[in-house]
């Protein structure tokens, strides 16, 4: 198992670890690696794996297909739509080719990439339409601040919104001075991307010395530092085997106050 899970809005609970892919699928000669860490997460209760069509113009989606091929029903699996195809139509058409290059017929959650130029109503009404049509289970959004999600949750429908997919880690914390108490208050919870600040918060000192205390890495201190929080899912990206085993290691690992307090000296809460 990944250890905790956490409950989306309409109650369905999600391993708190799982799998980010981006930039995975886009060079040949690693791809036999990248689908064996994917297949290991999944066998180590990882099930949450996020994808989006914009990840190597679809060839990330080509990956995901390839490595949950045949155990489709073990994967919560997450997708993402570009902002500019984000249209009644558009959304619907662009969720079709997801679903083709990801070789299933449904999407777990599908999520609004960022906030573009297509009004939030347009959107709805897609996810609304896909929804109908059991293409996707749930809808969310990515890249929203609490003004935006107080923007989209009063429109109509707007309230199902099941997650914003964020940018939070030891080195990105604002989200924790209004997004995440929005969130909480809502009971919906927040999937922090780039955990390990795309690898380059290891090799900071606050961290390796928490690590050494519980012969623990640093990226299993920075994944636990964000799974001991209140409604937080973390999705980090790891393209082989041994980051993916590390990387569920973290969910045995508590930290202590004495830990926590390390970090937020070297790491400034807002
Ligand atoms: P990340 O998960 O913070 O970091 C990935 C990097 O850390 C890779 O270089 C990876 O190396 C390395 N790594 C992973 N586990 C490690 C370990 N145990 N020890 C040492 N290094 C390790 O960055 P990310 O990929 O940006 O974020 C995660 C996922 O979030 C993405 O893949 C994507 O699915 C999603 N995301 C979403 C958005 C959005 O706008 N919604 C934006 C960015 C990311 P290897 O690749 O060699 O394993």
Known sequence: MAGATLALPSGERLPALGCGTWRMGEMPARR????????????????????????GDGATEGLVGEAIAGRRDQVFLVSKVY???????GAVAACERSLKRLGTDRIDLYLLHWRGAVPFGETLAGFAELMRAGKIRHWGVSNLDAG???????????AACATDQILYNLSRRGPAFDLLPWCRARHMPVMAYSPLEQARLLGKPALGEVARRHGASEAQVALAWLLAQE?????PKAATAAHARENHGAAALSLDA????ALDRAFPPP
Do not use: F, K, S, W
């Open 148 to 158: 935006d999600m107080a923007e989209l949750t009063v429109l109509p429908g707007g």
């Open 258 to 261: 004495a830990d926590r307090a």
């Open 83 to 89: 902002p500019h195809n984000a249209t009644r139509r």
């Open 231 to 235: 409604g937080v899912l973390a999705r």
């Open 32 to 55: 036999r690696q990248e689908i064996a860490a994917l297949r290991l997460a999944l066998d180590l209760g990882m099930t949450v794996v996020d994808t989006a069509e914009m990840y």
